[in-house]
């Protein structure tokens, strides 16, 4: 549950730092470094669906649906992502 909660937190910095290019708002400044290097790789739609994913795998875990199948399914659509 925390990687999923990390995971959105990524995924909005990633956001906000694609859509503003700025770090004004980030945070986890200690990743900086690495959040510009993967708004090289994605584009907004792209970081909005990932977001969205990982919104709705921690969902799912909330409502007690198998971590593993809901982790499963939040790879494979970051993957198809690429």
Known sequence: MEFLEWLEGWYRDLLVYCATDS???????????????????????????????AVKARARVQRNV?????LEHLLTEAIRTD
């Open 23 to 53: 770090l004004q708002g980030i945070c986890n400044l200690d990743l900086e470094r690495d959040i510009k290097n993967q708004a090289k790789v994605y584009d907004l739609e792209q970081i909005l669906f990932l977001l969205a994913q």
């Open 66 to 70: 198998n971590r593993r199948m809901a």
